[in-house]
């Protein structure tokens, strides 16, 4: 993200007049625009929150990880290729079986969406880019979203 901020800046000095020996201040202020690229992104920490989330499997844990990891800058895609299917399932020590059924464990639980090779990760709960991409891609139709029950113990 690129933003734009005008700083001002001033410059103050003291003078002897030659002819007179009165010192001379002067002031001089200048306004100037610099271009700063700012790139924003947030992160979460699934390890923490696993129980808030209801994630109960270590793999699944894992898999959640590995998955923002990967993801898209300002899209949160995750393409799942055979090679990256392979590369997960050896980081992992998870069979295809086992990461399909995480995948959609994760589906379920509305941390992801999507089908087969493409998903795209809740932008609610995790995002890497800039915040204007962020919020018009929760307002889009067929936003994700996350739903949190909470029940008292008994």
Do not use: P, Q
């Given at each position: 993200m690129i933003e734009t901020k005008r700083l001002k800046s001033e410059l103050t000095q003291t003078t002897i007049d030659v002819e007179t020996g009165e010192l001379i201040t002067t002031t001089q202020s200048k306004t100037f625009?610099?271009?700063i690229n700012q790139d924003e992104f947030f992160m979460t920490y699934f390890e923490q929150l696993a129980g808030f989330f209801e994630l109960t499997s270590a793999k699944e844990i894992l898999l959640m990880v590995k998955l923002c990891g990967i993801a898209e800058f300002n899209t949160g895609?995750?393409?799942?290729?055979a090679e990256r299917r392979k590369e997960l399932m050896e980081q992992l020590?998870?069979?295809?079986?086992y990461i399909s059924v995480c995948l959609k464990s994760l589906a379920d639980k509305k941390l992801i969406k999507g089908s087969r090779n493409d998903y795209v990760i809740n932008p609610i709960v995790f995002w890497k880019g800039n915040n204007k991409t962020?919020?018009?891609m929760i307002k889009a139709k067929g936003k994700l979203q996350i739903n949190i029950e909470f029940t008292p113990n008994d």
């Open positions: 625009s610099v271009k895609r995750v393409f799942l290729t020590n998870m069979s295809k079986n962020r919020n018009e």
